[in-house]
């Protein structure tokens, strides 16, 4: 009752989001999945947004805390209206770098006071490891109860009651419980520091910051003695240790003038040592972005090295200012994931650069097919760059390449789930540029994944409509040799012979079933069917036998 009358908002916010993931874990991908995980998501971000507003509206007067507390209801509106749907890559990053904001503006919401900052903050980092331990618990434990009940009373519970648990644990249970520790007024500057923190910023954070430093150190001075240029495996350890680092300091404030030896020298030599390891992350970071180009991943790590030494040289100036850190990283978040600067439209571009020199390097022309065999290394890299293109930007730019891609979005918008066929349209632009596609099993294809499949006595047919036909069949037929699937289309029979899957099947001797997505090419090499999903079982006597399909013809 109490949580509900301080803070209503983030309290409706955290039901709104538990009947939504409810919904979807009953939903079994019905029409509504992308409803609901668009309104899932404005819930998500509308709880941190509401207590946010709610903190910010205490001690204000009556018309400017009503006008605080109807802003979160606008501006989730306003998104959930205006965000692109199907829901893409882009759309999930975006929604994560407004959350992490909103979560960076709420620990500055404790005051321009640098001791009632710090309290503050302490109090939300002791809240949430508290909130999170405890739904922990109770999750782990409720859920042995139900395992329990199921095996000693013989009770048959439906798969989704794991599922409703944790849902229930973590949107409502963790919420509530989090808000339950927040006072209803002003953090006191309370001058004590609580021993937990103290253990666990001296005793674990500190002693993995340290191990972390060593390991690079000594990695630093290899290279330096060899040297060579650093492998891509860097930015991980330089980042978690300067994670490590940065939250130790921060919780080691109020104790850096105290008689603890080992605290004085971590917060006086940390970001004199972080510096150099700055420098190694620019290094490392510079080569795999000379040598692959930028996407989203590699943006955010260019971003962060080029912020740490940034907030080094801050903190080693006179200005120490706890608040650079949290204010700074939201303002990043604001920037860089929007226009044309932000992270989505500089890594579509700089890929799009990539293909269009890999592409002039084997002579492709737009709107034909290469010719001649194609290095393995080739294809793997325009591959795995097409496959970007199509997971992350719904191939937008490489149209010139593949008319397909454009039929392929349409064939998305009319349909109900809304799903981008991302793995459809890789296999339409490969085709369309006769490059092999280089599989998850890294070995040179002589099609675009063409594993060919048989079926006896089977045919569907596709009526003349201006978008990608789409064909759905239902078989129990047994994979035989020399037989083929035949579809006609506007009087035109195609038969595609497909017989490499029985030996895909033979290679895995102890499966049951399986599923797979593949490219089919017709006898005359008139048109191409991309299967997006065909499942098959073995029968008693050992036989493969198809089961269900379902393709689109991209021409």
């Known amino acids: 009752r109490r949580v509900l009358h301080a803070f209503p908002g983030t309290a409706g916010a955290a039901l709104v989001l538990f009947g939504t993931l409810l919904a979807l874990n009953h939903s079994n991908g019905t029409d509504t999945d992308q409803f609901l995980s668009r309104l899932s998501m404005a819930a998500g971000w509308g709880v941190s947004l509401c207590f946010l507003v709610e903190i910010l509206s205490r001690a204000r007067?009556?018309?400017?805390?009503?006008?605080?507390?109807?802003?979160?209801?606008?501006?989730?509106?306003?998104?959930?209206?205006?965000?692109?749907?199907?829901?893409?890559?882009?759309?999930?990053?975006?929604?994560?770098?407004?959350?992490?904001?909103?979560?960076?503006?709420?620990?500055?919401?404790?005051?321009?006071d640098e001791t009632r900052f710090w309290q503050w903050n302490r109090l939300l980092f002791q809240r949430v490891i508290e909130s999170v331990a405890f739904s922990l618990v109770l999750g782990a434990g409720a859920s042995g109860a139900l395992w329990t009940l199921e095996k000693l009373f013989s009770v048959d519970l439906p798969n989704d009651t794991w599922g409703d648990l944790w849902i229930f644990v973590w949107s409502i249970f963790a919420?509530?419980?989090?808000?339950s520790g927040i006072p209803t007024d002003s953090v006191k500057a309370d001058e004590t520091y609580p021993l937990f923190l103290k253990l666990f910023s001296t005793r674990v954070l500190l002693p993995l910051a340290m191990v972390y430093l060593v390991l690079l150190y000594v990695y630093l001075v290899k290279i330096v003695a060899t040297w060579s240029l650093p492998v891509g495996l860097v930015s991980t350890p330089v980042l978690t240790f300067a994670g490590f680092g940065i939250l130790a300091q921060l919780l080691l404030h109020p104790l850096e003038l105290g008689a603890d030896r080992w605290v004085r020298l971590w917060t006086r030599w940390f970001?004199?040592?972080?510096?150099?390891?700055?420098?190694?992350?620019?290094?490392?970071?510079?080569?795999?972005?000379?040598?692959?180009?930028?996407?989203?991943?590699?943006?955010?790590v260019l971003v962060l090295a080029l912020w740490l030494p940034v907030q080094s040289i801050w903190f080693l100036t006179a200005r120490r200012s706890l608040r650079?850190?949290?204010?700074?990283?939201m303002f990043l978040c604001l920037v860089c994931g929007w226009g044309p600067w932000g992270a989505f439209e500089v890594s579509r571009r700089s890929q799009l650069d990539r293909l269009e020199s890999m592409l002039a390097g084997i002579h492709a022309v737009p709107g034909q097919k290469t010719t001649g065999r194609i290095a393995w290394k080739t294809s793997?890299?325009?591959t795995s760059v097409v496959e970007y293109l199509c997971e992350h930007h719904q191939g937008r730019g490489i149209e010139k390449w593949s008319a397909s891609v454009d039929r392929i979005r349409i064939a998305v918008d009319q349909e109900k789930s809304g799903?981008?066929?991302?793995?459809?349209?890789?296999?339409?632009v490969l085709i369309a540029l006769g490059v092999p596609r280089v599989g998850r099993w890294e070995s040179d294809t002589t099609g675009i994944r063409e594993v060919n499949i048989h079926w006896d006595r089977i045919e569907a047919v596709?009526?003349?409509?201006?978008?990608?036909?789409?064909?759905?069949?239902?078989?129990?037929?047994?994979?035989?040799?020399?037989?083929?699937?035949?579809?006609v289309k506007d009087g035109m029979r195609?038969?595609?012979?497909?017989?490499?899957?029985?030996?895909?099947?033979?290679?895995?001797?102890?499966?049951?079933?399986?599923?797979?997505?593949?490219?089919?090419?017709?006898?005359?090499?008139?048109?191409?069917?991309?299967?997006?999903?065909a499942s098959l079982r073995r029968d008693g006597t050992g036989k493969w036998n198809v089961e269900s399909l379902r393709g689109v013809l991209l021409r």
Request: some cysteine; glycine content about 8%; aromatic content about 8%.
């Open 380 to 382: 793997k890299e325009i």
């Open 494 to 533: 195609m038969a595609f012979a497909l017989d490499a899957l029985c030996r895909l099947g033979e290679g895995g001797s102890s499966w049951k079933s399986f599923e797979v997505s593949l490219v089919l090419r017709d006898s005359a090499g008139r048109a191409d069917l991309v299967l997006e999903k």
């Open 462 to 487: 596709v009526g003349s409509r201006s978008r990608m036909e789409t064909i759905d069949a239902k078989t129990n037929s047994p994979l035989l040799a020399g037989t083929s699937l035949v579809v």
């Open 61 to 112: 007067r009556r018309g400017v805390e009503i006008a605080l507390r109807m802003a979160p209801v606008a501006i989730l509106g306003a998104w959930f209206v205006l965000v692109e749907h199907p829901l893409g890559m882009a759309q999930w990053s975006q929604f994560t770098l407004m959350a992490a904001a909103t979560h960076l503006a709420v620990s500055l919401a404790g005051g321009a």
């Open 175 to 179: 919420t509530f419980h989090f808000l």
């Open 271 to 300: 970001q004199v040592l972080l510096l150099p390891l700055c420098g190694l992350l620019l290094v490392a970071i510079g080569r795999r972005l000379w040598e692959y180009g930028i996407t989203e991943e590699r943006y955010a």
């Open 324 to 329: 650079f850190v949290p204010a700074s990283l």
């Open 419 to 428: 799903r981008y066929r991302s793995g459809t349209m890789t296999d339409s």
